[in-house]
DNA sequence: TCCTTAGTGTGATAAATATCACTTGATAAT
DNA sequence: ATTATCAAGTGATATTTATCACACTAAGGA
């Protein structure tokens, strides 16, 4: 289970045997099915997940109660709400199950304890930070530029694997689209 | 010229004097006037700049010609186009000053030898690279959750310093609605 | 001083998108 | 087998926003 994470890291920094281990006792794994909670809003936020099979959703909730998803998480990615964890406050959103999902969690000690005892990893998570937000401003861009189609096609170019996993009024809602608006734009 | 810089590394990481000095040899400094560009689309991207006074915009152009803010940065902020200047390829966005502009330079090279050479500045740029990360993302929020005019009141509350600053015409680039759409939502 | 340009506001109209209401097909639960 | 539930499509209409056209003001350059 935790070889997936060793490629992960490996495209980034190379590690030796010893070094992975010291990294695999940070991380405790956890099964998850559809429809459960990692994250709740309200509640603290222990973790950080990376993901080794599924899906997720990361969801904002209005004052009126109206949902939209911040953004999907599938295998090899890094989720979790990065506000709450690293200023170790209260969730500000949710991240729930849109499959069943297997992920190692790490603590937000564990994560300083392992940037501070290896910098290879801190090296390893600027690098995942610098270019998560890179995919941020990519898609402010896209929203700059484009109008609700082009968009919906930007997003089946980008992750054509995403949208055979995830209902459309999911995507309507990552969109930013009624999913009534979305259903039209197809042909 | 460099305290600033000190100032706003301290704010998250402590620095001997021996620290800073060498943290100092990375930089150069440099000044532009209003409408120069510190980087031009298709260019190569040689640094990454920390703005001491001044003010530039960040600017998307799409293929009919249309441009848009992806961001501002003013005193105190860190800018550049990030994908070009991390995989070292030539630039997609420009950087243009909208005042005159007091800027420190730190080309890539330097960004890797200061992070090799001080761990704390590795740190630094962690935390800096998490938090610009978790701003682009509550930008998305503020998309995926509200309309134009509430868009712009929020523009107002998180940045009321900007607004006086740039002429209405760029706010309505950065927040995507068209100049006139801007202009009516105001009383 | 005169002229140009940038910034802004506003009316008229078109286009994009949201909302509400209803239907259908597929799947899951009992 | 029957009933709920979810996902998806579609028509009618309302709302939001873009686009085009024009006017006005202030600031800067020749």
Redesign the interface.
Same mark, same amino acid.
């Given at each position: 289970m935790h070889d997936k994470l060793r490629e992960h890291i490996e495209k980034i920094v190379p590690l030796s045997d010893d070094e992975f281990a010291f990294v695999c006792t940070h991380f405790t794994p956890k099964k998850f099915k559809k429809h459960q909670f990692l994250i709740q809003e309200g509640e603290a936020v222990k973790y950080s997940y990376f993901i080794i099979t599924g899906l997720l959703k990361l969801v904002?909730t209005?004052e009126t109660g109206?949902q939209?998803?911040?953004?999907f998480a599938m295998e090899d990615w890094w989720e979790s709400d990065?506000?709450a964890f690293?200023t170790q406050t209260l969730a500000t959103m949710s991240l729930e199950c849109v499959e069943n999902t297997e992920v190692l969690c790490l603590s937000f000690e564990d994560y300083r304890k392992l940037?501070d005892g290896l910098?290879k990893m801190?090296?390893f998570?600027?690098e995942k %930070?610098?270019? +998560?937000?890179?995919a941020?401003?990519r898609?402010?861009?896209s929203?700059?530029?484009s109008n609700a189609k082009e968009r919906y096609e930007q997003l089946l170019k980008q992750y054509p694997a995403l949208i055979q996993r995830v209902p459309k009024s999911l995507l309507a %809602?990552y969109l +930013?689209v009624s999913r009534e608006t979305l259903s039209r734009l197809s042909p």
């Open positions: 904002h209005d109206k939209r998803i911040v953004s990065y506000y690293y940037c910098q801190e090296r998570f600027l %930070s610098n270019f +998560g937000f890179i941020s401003q898609r402010i861009i929203w700059l530029t %809602s +930013g």
